[in-house]
Every structure is written in structure tokens, then in C-alpha cells.
Nanobody, 121 residues
Framework: AVKVVESGGGSVQTGGSLTLSCAVS????????MAWFRQAPGKEREGVAA???????TYADSVKGRFTISKNDAKNIVYLKMNKLKPEDTAMYYC???????????????WGQGTQVTVSS
């Protein structure tokens, strides 16, 4: 099974930046897809960004131009660079397998603990 550990969250002011990391281990191929999701209190988990085996990226409209997803296949780490953060970006952030941005895959159950991002105005 795929195992993930998210890190890098924190508290920043509006306009600030953070970089999240997702360490991936377990049964993964040499080239793999991975995505970032987020869940705010009282809301459903939503896709934020995804990167496929060929390093093609897709983003939710709400983060386009501000967030950048990348991965290091040699280290099995996926990153999410977040710039120009807004209070509405406040959420718990998770990573999980997915090749294109979208809602979480129904079959996936290996969610990590997530990392909290809080943006104050």
C-alpha cells in the first residue's frame, strides 16, 4: 500500500508563502501520479493540484497562478509551493494518488495525518 506523510504547514498572513512536502513510500512505481487535496472545517475534501508520471500538472481554478506542484521521483517527495496565500486557503492539506486534479478517488483509504495551513487576514 502507498503511505504518505505530509509536512510543512504553518500559520502565515495574507500574501505569505509556504511549501508543503509529501513523503511517499510503499508500493509505488518508478514514475507515479500524486495530488494535493485540502479540507476546511465543514467542507468536503477538494483537489488542489496534481502531477502525473510525465510531470504534467493540473490545478484547481482557485489556486492557478499561485500554487505550484512538483515532485522528485528519486526522493519520492511531492511538493506544493503556495504563494499569495489567502484566508480562504486555510485548511488541512493532504496528498494522495491522483493524476489530474479532481475530487479524491473513492477507493483510496491510505490518507495521512495532513498538515494544517492557516492564513490570517
Amino acid at each position: 500500500a502507498v503511505k504518505v506523510v505530509e509536512s510543512g504547514g504553518g500559520s502565515v498572513q495574507t500574501g505569505g508563502s509556504l511549501t508543503l512536502s509529501c513523503a511517499v513510500s510503499g508500493y509505488i512505481s518508478d514514475n507515479y501520479c500524486m495530488a494535493w487535496f485540502r479540507q476546511a472545517p465543514g467542507k468536503e475534501r477538494e483537489g488542489v493540484a496534481a502531477i502525473d508520471a510525465n510531470f504534467a500538472t493540473t490545478y484547481a481554478d482557485s489556486v492557478k497562478g499561485r500554487f505550484t506542484i512538483s515532485k522528485n521521483d528519486a526522493k519520492n517527495i511531492v511538493y506544493l509551493k503556495m504563494n499569495k496565500l489567502k484566508p480562504e486557503d486555510t485548511a488541512m492539506y493532504y496528498c494522495a494518488p491522483r493524476c489530474r486534479v479532481g475530487p479524491p478517488l473513492g477507493w483510496y483509504t491510505g490518507w495521512g495525518q495532513g498538515t494544517q495551513v492557516t492564513v490570517s487576514s
